[in-house]
């Protein structure tokens, strides 16, 4: 449900705009107000789990996220909207870190916990690459005549059954001890990222008033204190959100940057498109989602090979894989320049397929080790937080993505121009992003002897999951 909510909105977001009578700004805030509230309750929700119980958290995340999905539906304004997507982020925050966590607790070590595992890593694969394609088979087909509201409101029948299957099936678990929020860390990050992203995502289309300068202003105390208040957890022996002492890592605080660019780059890649080519060129939502399935194609034909191959090269992985994805995005951009200076009913879908199909294949090359080689120089006593961080920045980055594509929109209906523009400065990013790698650790151990992952990677992967999923046992 998380992943098909993320990737199906998309397509929906100018029917939406219309419908609510909004701008831009709407499409803008639906998927940002998603993304900030996931942002900022993921750590969180995996503490609560290892708190107050995973299955328990996790009902009352599938429970808050049905509900908030409803509500998404029923919106009959674009306040009601944005408030129902940063409540369905905010129990996407508790309910999503809580599922790895119980498949190594209810799963025994071997070929049971083995197949649990793909088949999750199988539905993950097939959440990304079909949300999109969903979402233009509800519009195309008009579902019952609801719309775009059909997007949200199939997370209610599924949400339901997901509900019925963990009351049947699933036990209950908890860390011992159980770990102790560091509520101030997230109070002050909270503040400090909602006024920074406040006036990036909806100060451009009123002129940037005072409020926003305002904001923008007020949100140099907010992370200043918030760095304050880490730097005294971490001296006094408790549990920050950020340790401080973890940024002052080259390669760690370089690989924070080159994830930011990476991430914000896809997020404002995909919003730019869903613009470009519905509000400036008129194409219908399956035509995009058919057309954009070009990328998560080439995600699959390089993923699997570098999940193989890129460990012991993950700086060379990352590096080629950035470049190709700057290429592949150049290339659409150049797509859409020639749209602009030409006839606009000249663009066709084969003119954007083989752009997104490298951009995609580079994507794959890169993704699968960036995680491992950003997290590499961490001791491993760090690693849990460590891992965490990366997750949230991952999130942030979406939402930066966003407002930055907003800023370089064009009017209240871009066009191929303001896509292009997009499309270049993501491009940009990918290359600054590449230029970065140089700071990542050159690669990892993918073996020792006797065929088996050494446990310095075996920690750092295990603490990547517990922390995207926390509170799940190490192997």
């Known amino acids: 449900m998380d992943l098909v909510d993320v990737t199906a909105v998309n397509v929906a977001l100018p029917r939406i705009q219309r419908d609510l009578h909004a701008g831009p700004w709407l499409g803008r805030w639906t998927v940002s107000a998603y993304a900030l509230a996931y942002a900022l309750t993921l750590v969180t929700g995996g503490r609560l789990g290892d708190i107050l119980g995973r299955r328990r958290v996790l009902l009352a995340g599938l429970a808050g996220f049905v509900f908030a999905s409803w509500a998404a539906g029923a919106a009959h304004s674009p306040g009601a909207l944005i408030a129902a997507r940063a409540a369905q982020g905010v129990f996407a925050g508790v309910m999503v870190p809580q599922t790895l966590s119980v498949i190594g607790v209810q799963f025994p070590p071997g070929r049971a916990r083995a197949r649990a595992f793909t088949l999750y890593g199988m539905l993950l694969g097939a959440a990304q690459v079909g949300?999109?394609?969903?979402?233009?088979?509800?519009?195309?087909?008009?579902?019952?005549?609801?719309?775009?509201?059909?997007?949200?409101?199939?997370?209610?029948?599924?949400?339901?059954?997901?509900?019925?299957?963990?009351?049947?099936?699933?036990?209950?678990?908890?860390?011992?001890?159980?770990?102790?929020?560091?509520?101030?860390?997230?109070?002050?990050?909270?503040?400090?990222?909602?006024?920074?992203?406040?006036?990036?995502?909806?100060?451009?289309?009123?002129?940037?008033?005072?409020?926003?300068?305002?904001?923008?202003?007020?949100?140099?105390?907010?992370?200043?204190?918030?760095?304050?208040?880490?730097?005294?957890r971490e001296r006094l022996g408790l549990s920050p959100l950020v340790p401080p002492s973890l940024l002052r890592r080259r390669s760690f605080a370089a690989g924070l940057v080159l994830t930011t660019a990476l991430f914000g780059a896809v997020a404002a890649c995909f919003i730019a498109l869903t613009w470009g080519l519905q509000s400036g060129l008129g194409w219908s939502p399956l035509r995009v989602a058919l057309t954009g399935a070009a990328w998560p194609a080439g995600m699959a034909l390089t993923a699997q090979p570098t999940h193989r191959l890129g460990p012991p090269r993950a700086r060379a992985f990352v590096r080629t894989g950035l470049l190709v994805m700057a290429c592949g995005v150049g290339g659409v951009a150049g797509a859409f320049t020639g749209a602009f200076t030409g006839a606009e009913g000249d663009l066709r879908p084969w003119h954007l397929v083989p752009g997104l199909l490298v951009a995609g294949i580079g994507m794959g090359l890169a993704l699968p080790v960036l995680a491992n080689a950003v997290l590499a120089d961490v001791p491993a006593d760090a690693s849990g937080a460590a891992s965490g961080v990366y997750t949230s920045v991952t999130q942030f980055a979406g939402v930066l993505g966003v407002a930055v594509a907003g800023i370089l929109a064009d009017g209240a209906s871009p066009g191929p121009a303001a896509t292009a523009r997009t499309l270049g400065v993501a491009a940009v990013a990918l290359l600054g992003a590449g230029a970065l790698s140089a700071l990542l650790p050159r690669g990892l151990a993918w073996a020792d002897a006797d065929g088996r992952a050494p446990s310095r990677l075996g920690t750092i992967r295990a603490s990547l999951l517990r922390h995207v999923h926390p509170g799940r046992p190490s192997r």
Do not use: K
């Open 131 to 232: 949300g999109p394609l969903l979402g233009g088979l509800l519009l195309h087909y008009d579902v019952a005549g609801l719309g775009w509201r059909a997007i949200f409101l199939v997370n209610v029948p599924v949400g339901l059954v997901a509900l019925l299957g963990v009351d049947r099936w699933m036990d209950d678990s908890r860390a011992t001890p159980p770990p102790r929020l560091d509520v101030a860390g997230v109070l002050l990050a909270g503040t400090g990222a909602l006024a920074l992203t406040l006036p990036l995502v909806q100060g451009r289309e009123p002129g940037w008033p005072r409020w926003s300068v305002f904001l923008l202003v007020a949100s140099v105390p907010a992370l200043a204190a918030f760095g304050a208040v880490e730097a005294r």
